[in-house]
């Protein structure tokens, strides 16, 4: 007589993840933005410049001397009708506030700081992790982000090196703008940024919604 073989136990489905309420969605977008803000401080200390649609931002701002923070507001503004048609009402109006909330912080934040010797690492880092913390509140920064969060969900494609090929194209296009000293900084600053959403931010690594 064989030995009764015991039942595989049916796995069962991964419970949902739990929702982020509306003050965790607040401190992050505060949070998030303002590690941004400061980043731009750097940035701007420099004449240094990032990716993305806040790298067109920064070249009309050293090309024509108009205010950065109305520069990225403006600049963002195509992106939206995108965001609501594919990210979601919920992502798009988080994405406006945070939009708005870093175009306040650009032009506050450089009344409060005073900078000596800027590191285009740590600018990168701040970057990276700002735009981390929003990313998993499901907001963005606008613009290109709109678009590689939205390759990323429907394709799988990872956002840190999509973000770091727009990236590149903007920091060419700086050559004829800004001294080619600062757009070098501008290089290695992206890399480090973009190694911080290639490593932190990929599908299903983080369960909260």
Do not use: C
């Not at 420099?46 to 050293?62: D, E, I, Q, S």
């Amino acid at each position: 007589m064989k030995p009764t073989q015991a039942a595989t136990p049916t796995p069962r489905p991964a419970p949902a993840p739990p929702p982020h309420r509306w003050t965790d969605d607040a401190q992050g977008l505060f949070t998030g933005t303002l590690l941004v803000g400061v980043a731009t401080v750097l940035y701007r200390h420099a004449h240094m410049l990032t990716g993305g649609t806040f790298g067109v931002a920064f070249l009309l701002n050293y090309a024509t001397g108009w205010r950065l923070g109305l520069m990225f507001f403006l600049v963002n503004l195509p992106f939206y009708w995108l965001a609501w048609r594919r990210m979601g009402r919920a992502f798009t109006l988080k994405t406006l506030t945070a939009v708005t909330m870093l175009s306040l912080w650009s032009e506050l934040l450089p009344r409060w700081l005073q900078l000596g010797e800027v590191q285009p690492v740590l600018a990168g880092v701040l970057t990276g992790t700002g735009m981390l913390m929003l990313f998993r509140h499901r907001a963005s920064l606008g613009g290109f982000n709109v678009l590689v969060l939205y390759l990323q969900e429907t394709r799988g494609w990872s956002a840190g090196l999509l973000q770091m090929m727009l990236d590149a194209t903007i920091v060419v296009l700086a050559l004829f703008v800004v001294p080619w000293q600062a757009v070098l900084l501008s290089v290695f600053s992206a890399l480090v940024l973009n190694a911080v959403l290639a490593v932190n931010h990929r599908p299903g690594r983080y369960m909260a919604a």
